[in-house]
């Protein structure tokens, strides 16, 4: 194969692979204490029965010493899952003024239906205070991964 030939593969293969996602704020005049500047989803479609890495790039104004990440998901506009995650599990706590990466992993189950789900999630201080809350949404392939084959 020529080199030619090879470049648009990897091209293609950088998106897959990572890809910032359209993050919007739940309440679009609300002045969160933490704002968002990216999401990455890894990989992008998210392949079912693999691992996906979610990566929170933020900032803050106050340092934060603990609290909780809940997330919200929903497909075809039905809420379908819920989870909670205590914040310094994803990120290292205590959280300095400036900016901060949160990350979470996990694993899809293999029966998950492929399609686009949409995704909310509320960072809690350790006093349930909202320090943001933002949507995004993300895909499940319908190809099966590579490990499948």
Not at 86 to 98: I, M, N, R
Not at 122 to 149: H, N, W, Y
């Amino acid at each position: 194969m020529s080199r030619i030939a090879i470049l648009p593969l990897l091209l293609v293969f950088s998106t897959i692979v990572r890809a910032t996602t359209d993050v919007q704020y739940c309440e679009e005049n609300a002045e969160y204490e933490v704002k968002v500047k990216e999401v990455n989803i890894s990989p992008n479609p998210i392949a079912r029965g693999e691992p996906a890495t979610f990566t929170i790039s933020a900032t803050t104004g106050r340092g934060i010493t603990g609290g909780k990440l809940v997330i919200e998901v929903a497909y075809f506009g039905w809420h379908i899952h819920s989870e909670t995650h205590d914040l310094c599990s994803e990120t290292t706590c205590p959280v300095e003024t400036g900016d901060f990466l949160v990350a979470h992993s996990q694993v899809l189950p293999g029966y998950t239906p492929p399609g686009s789900y949409s995704l909310q999630m509320k960072m809690l201080d350790s006093q349930k205070k909202e320090l943001t809350c933002i949507k995004f949404s993300i895909d499940i392939g319908s190809v099966p991964s590579v490990a499948d084959m």
